[in-house]
């Protein structure tokens, strides 16, 4: 039992986090980069990126499964690197793909061996084991090896396994690719149960981005291993909400060559043209409407738009990249 006193606000404190790798080239890549976030506690938070953003590489740092260059990782209070048997007791974790459990053994097998290794044995193990195989409706296939699985039903072993010793921490590492609609809506059930009903802290890493907007009460974006947002949710969306139209017209991408709308964002879909994106004001909303009136393309629809956090995502990577290429032309005319 932790003390109370060793309970942070946040279930997760990174502090000036870096991680650098020597090439064969023995050129230097940056992974992470000076990062520092905090993770709320009881709180489901959202980790996102594009591949090689430096997502995985942070929550293997978390884990202590990397051990950083410089910085600090503290879990519920503990230092990772000074206290790293206390800080990973608090951890459960869910590799992409199932990657931590055994196809070869049985579910009840797998679950008894992860509670043993995290130093938790005897009846009370057993006991934990059969609640968390009925509760996702495995009890009956508990002697069956994974590999005779179905990937949501592996899945599902994989977060009982994360489960088994009752951590206050659950990482989740893409928990819903490859999986069927109805795995998928399950999965997402039980992300929701674990924070909002058992007040654990869930750190959720996903492509799906539709996915973390439904469930994550905070959003961290990383971009080239550093941190370009870091807020709540709906704050995030507040700060791109402003006057976001979608115009509907009934034609094909064809007609539009000749056309400039800004920078709307224009796809075709059942035989008809959807525009949406950020319009200054109403002149330029009318100004289009105008122009597309001019293209002889049947007006269907104009309403306003709540942005979603693809957009968001996309957006904030625009900017950090024409951030970057800005500081690389000062340092060219410096040098």
């Known amino acids: ?22 090439t064969r080239q023995r050129s230097i890549v940056r992974a992470v980069d000076n990062l520092s976030l905090s993770v709320p506690a009881g709180q489901i938070f959202g980790l996102l ?18 051990t950083p260059t410089s910085g600090r ?24 793909g199932t990657r931590n459990v055994y196809w070869r053994l049985t579910a009840w097998e797998n679950l008894l061996y992860f509670g043993r290794l995290k130093g938790v044995s005897g009846q009370p193990l057993k006991a934990r084991a059969e ?15 994974l590999r005779t699985y179905s990937r949501g039903m592996q899945q599902k072993v994989a977060i009982a396994c994360a489960l088994v010793t009752d951590p206050p921490l659950i990482l989740l590492d893409e928990p819903t690719l490859g999986l069927d609609v109805q795995a998928a809506c399950v999965m997402k059930e039980w992300v929701i149960k674990l924070a909002q009903e058992q ?14 907007q439904e469930l994550c009460d905070r959003i961290a974006i990383m971009h080239k291993g550093q941190l370009v947002a870091d807020q709540p ?11 976001r139209y979608q115009i509907r017209v009934k034609g094909n991408l064809a007609d539009l060559r000749a056309a400039c709308f800004g920078n709307l964002t224009v796809r075709s879909e ?51 990249e024409k951030g970057e290429q800005r500081e690389d032309r000062v340092l060219s005319s410096v040098q």
């Open 199 to 212: 007040g654990k802290t869930v750190v959720l890493t996903t492509h799906q981005l539709d996915i973390a």
């Open 233 to 243: 949710l709906s704050e995030l969306l507040h700060l791109f909400s402003q006057e």
């Open 49 to 66: 990126g594009a591949n090689g953003a430096g997502k995985t590489t942070t929550i293997k740092m978390i884990c202590g499964l990397i």
């Open 131 to 145: 609640q968390l195989l009925r509760e996702l409706q495995l009890w009956e296939q508990r002697n069956d090896t």
């Open 270 to 320: 059942h035989g008809e043209v959807i525009l949406t994106g950020a319009i200054a004001d109403q002149a330029t909303l009318y100004h289009y409407l105008t122009r597309l009136q001019d293209l002889s393309l049947p007006l269907l629809s104009v309403r306003r738009v709540e942005p979603d956090l693809e957009e968001i995502f996309m957006e904030l990577l625009t900017r950090s």
């Open 73 to 96: 990782v503290l879990v519920n209070g503990y230092d990772v690197a000074h206290e790293r048997s206390a800080a990973i007791r608090q951890i459960g974790v869910v590799l992409e």
């Open 1 to 22: 039992m932790i003390p109370f006193s060793r309970f942070p606000t946040a279930a997760i404190e990174v502090t000036s986090l870096s991680k650098t790798y020597r």
